[in-house]
């Protein structure tokens, strides 16, 4: 259930005709109120004896018995309560006793409180009330209404445990605006998969993914097809922007523009103009060569090679960063989401899209962002704009493969940092954005999976039984797990590789293992398998690999006995 408390206004009569009104775009239906500060209010919805103007002197009279000098300003108080997609269709009885608790939670009414303000619940659609109210008392005296946003929220999680509804988490004040009601019913209405302004928030986030100007930014905009209206100074400085769909029109036919400001906090031009800015990185961040720093687009495979390093040194920060430093790396690591989305096969892009529009709401908290050390996250999403659309097989599908995966840890790992900070919302967008990064690595590793797993069944059973001894060796409190998993062919195959390639397996996987605790992979081999490739800079497609020059005869260490996998003949379980 969310409740939002609306500007105050100065005409009580105005909002009853939006309330009682057709809508903007007809979607109000059989307006009508549900409840009110007298069981006998007039209801011009249900009476036709009544008018509007007869319901607004009655809400407006406390005000009126005061002298103008002793007037508020803005006397109007609004407060809209919208149950969630999720729950049922509730009952009008049950919207008034909703909009009474309102009332009496956020002070507009406190029970039991005779000379309370005036105020009124109208309901015009299934999912959602307004309640109206006027801020002079019956008592002439203005209403306490200190944090009302906040003590509706509250009411509104104590409402959702007795109802059964769905249970939302508190607000903070940092999410992006919701689509009203007429924007829902029009996109339905056009058959728009989502709302302009949320297709609008969608491509101006992909536009400013990487970018490093403010005329690469309007440039990108421009390309996405959007149509761009700058504000301009006097002076002929830029002060703002907003953007419109090309076919989404007013009554009047008028393209309807959205400012940068109201499609997302972080998307007004001042916000986007921080990110342009090159700031230094304090000691905290992790500035080592292994940090993926394109000067110049590369291809789709090393693209997502070198963002798959990046995102693992801010999974690195993120675990153990300064607040400042944590803030930077989420809020770029929706800039990769959004880069990755853009790029995408087709077999990926719908949950790619998805995990990028969840994490969208995780990349905003009141921890205030150092920019500088988003540095390398922000110039591989530009790395993987420019390096084009990624094809769904070959090295270009099974690097996708391995950065998912490491996108998967990174978000993970701010779900956890949320948690820890008690911002709510944030981390609960950042689990969704990773059961969307689940299901799309399952999509993306299927191909190259199988590849691998079928290389590490054809090995040689000496040769098998000489990576199970690297594993015990370099892991043994993981090692048995590890070997009944089914991605452990898969893995065999990877340490086959990387020997031949010249590097010692054992060394690789204690540094693979103890980089980042493995208790949130469902598989830890396959965790382990795309580790070591981007470690060991092995081809993440494995079909041009050979793996009968590696000798087996060579001493081992450990017991070289069978390893217990084999008991599942197909791709271990996604991550």
């Known amino acids: 259930m969310i409740p939002r408390v609306h500007k105050r206004g100065q005409r009580t009569i105005g909002l009853l005709y939006y309330l009682y009104g057709p809508g903007t775009h007809e979607e109000h239906i059989d307006p009508h109120l549900v409840a ?21 002197q009655l809400l407006d009279m406390p005000v009126e018995a005061l002298a103008k000098s002793r007037r508020p300003k803005k006397h109007v108080w609004h407060l809209s309560v919208r149950a969630a997609p999720e729950d049922p269709v509730l009952s009008d009885e049950q919207w008034g006793d909703i909009a009474r608790r309102m009332v009496t939670a956020t002070g507009i009414a406190p029970d039991g409180d005779d000379a309370a303000c005036r105020w009124a619940a109208v309901r015009h ?16 005296r203005r209403p306490r209404l200190n944090n009302d946003a906040a003590r509706s929220q509250a009411e509104a999680r104590l409402i959702e445990a007795e109802y059964g509804l769905k249970q939302l988490n508190t607000g903070d004040g940092t999410a992006a605006k919701r689509p009203t009601s007429a924007e829902r019913h029009k996109a339905e209405r056009e058959g728009r998969e989502r709302p302009a302004r949320e297709e609008l928030r969608e491509t101006v986030r ?3 993914a990487g970018a490093t100007s403010e005329e690469e930014f309007f440039d990108r905009l421009a390309d996405a097809g959007v149509l761009i209206h700058k504000r301009l100074a006097p002076s002929g400085d830029l002060l703002g922007y907003k953007v419109a769909l090309p076919d989404d029109r007013n009554e009047d036919q008028e393209p309807v523009f959205y400012a940068g400001s109201t499609l997302s906090p972080d998307l007004s031009l001042p ?12 000691p905290s961040a992790d500035t080592s060569s292994d940090q993926a720093t394109p000067l110049e687009p590369s291809g789709p495979a090393t693209a997502r090679r070198r963002a798959a390093t990046a995102v693992w040194q801010a999974v690195l920060v993120i675990d153990g960063g300064q607040d400042a430093a944590v803030a930077a790396q989420i809020a770029a690591a929706g800039e990769i989401l959004d880069a990755l989305a853009q790029t995408s096969a087709a077999h990926t892009r719908t949950q790619l899209r998805d995990a990028a529009f969840a994490f969208e709401r995780a990349t905003r908290s009141h921890v205030r962002a150092e920019r500088g050390h988003d540095r390398a ?13 990624a094809l769904g097989r070959g090295e270009d599908g099974a690097t996708t493969a391995m950065l998912i995966d490491m996108a998967f840890f990174l978000v993970t790992a701010a779900a956890h940092w949320h948690a820890k900070k008690n911002h709510a919302q944030q981390a609960a967008a950042a689990r969704q954005a990773a059961e969307h990064l689940r299901a799309a690595y399952q999509a993306a590793a299927g191909i190259p999976w199988g590849v691998l797993y079928q290389r590490g069944r054809h090995l040689s059973q000496p040769l098998r039984h000489k990576q199970a001894a690297y594993l015990r060796a370099a892991v043994p409190q993981l090692a048995e797990q590890i070997l009944a998993e089914p991605g452990w062919y898969a893995l065999a195959a990877t340490l086959a590789d990387a020997e031949s390639a010249g590097h010692d397996p054992a060394v690789l996987l204690a540094e693979a293992a103890e980089r980042r605790e493995l208790g949130t992979a469902d598989s830890i081999s396959d965790v382990l398998v795309w580790r070591l490739r981007r470690m060991a800079d092995l081809p993440a497609d494995a079909t041009t690999m050979p793996i009968d020059s590696i000798p087996t005869s060579a001493s081992t260490p450990g017991r070289a006995t069978t390893p217990a996998a084999g008991r599942g003949e197909g791709p271990g379980k996604a991550l």
């Open 206 to 208: 992909q536009a400013v």
């Open 271 to 282: 916000r986007i103009r921080k990110r342009f800015s090159n700031g230094t990185p304090s």
């Open 36 to 56: 009110a500060w007298d069981s006998l209010a007039p209801d011009p919805g249900r009476d036709p004896n009544v008018t509007y103007a007869d319901l607004q």
């Open 377 to 389: 996250l922000r110039e591989a999403a530009r790395d993987l704009v420019y390096s084009g659309p």
């Open 125 to 140: 659609a299934d999912d959602h009330i307004h309640i109206i109210a006027t801020l002079v008392r019956e008592d002439r």
